[in-house]
């Protein structure tokens, strides 16, 4: 699914995010100010910024590169299963085929 919002403006966001924060006394407050500068919502700015500190290692949890392979194997992994359910199926139908009597 294709992001509302464009790369720049979420990296923009953060610093501004990092830039404020010390000025808050909480997250969600820093959130509120930056979203409604930037128009972006203050629980997106959240995510945006759980999202990074995850990914540089600042916080637990599985990263982006990490999530975006555990998301290209699981398909590739249902594919596969497909495929030895049709290789099996074959298999039966021609094992069956050999195993029938044949007349001339």
């Keep these: 699914m294709p992001s509302k919002y464009d790369p720049e403006l979420r990296q923009r966001a953060l610093r501004m995010l990092a830039e404020a924060r010390p000025e808050f006394e909480s997250l969600t407050a820093a959130c509120r100010h930056v979203g409604g500068l930037l128009g972006v919502s203050p629980?997106?700015?959240?995510?945006?910024?759980?999202?990074?500190?995850?990914?540089?290692?600042?916080?637990?949890?599985?990263?982006?590169?990490?999530?975006e392979e555990n998301r290209r194997l699981r398909r590739e992994n249902a594919e596969l299963k497909k495929a030895n359910e049709v290789l099996k199926a074959a298999s039966v139908f021609f094992a069956k085929e050999l195993d029938r009597p044949r007349t001339k």
């Design 43 to 67: 629980e997106t700015l959240r995510v945006w910024q759980r999202r990074y500190d995850i990914d540089t290692g600042v916080r637990p949890g599985v990263t982006s590169d990490m999530a």
